[in-house]
């Protein structure tokens, strides 16, 4: 892996990501920073999760961003998804957490 490529991914959530983050603090009367935190943590944790085994993620929110460093074993899958599909490792990354958005919102 290039040193270019190490190193904290910042993402845009997508709406349907958003309206999920609303859906899940309506629900459980968060207000919108606390309700993006909470789904922000479930996406990147399914994520590593699936691809690393780790069970704790850190990041930061900052104006709707979200930043994220990912795991060494994150980083290479990342890497490698972003060579396979000839897009970068932030656009991964982000289908990936949109893709979880909605995870945990049907009870």
């Given at each position: 892996?290039?040193?270019e490529q190490s190193g904290p991914i910042e993402i845009e959530p997508s709406d349907r990501f958003r309206e999920a983050a609303h859906e899940w603090g309506d629900r459980r009367m968060l207000d919108e920073e606390e309700a993006m935190g909470a789904k922000?943590?479930?996406?990147l944790l399914e994520i590593e999760h699936l691809v690393a085994s780790h069970t704790e993620v850190e990041f930061e929110i900052e104006d709707g961003t979200i930043r994220y460093e990912p795991s060494d074993e994150l980083s290479e899958f990342l890497d490698e998804q972003a060579a396979f599909a000839g897009i970068n490792r932030e656009t991964v990354l982000s289908l990936h957490v949109n893709l979880f958005a909605r995870v945990f919102l049907d009870e």
């Open positions: 892996m290039s040193a922000a943590e479930q996406a």
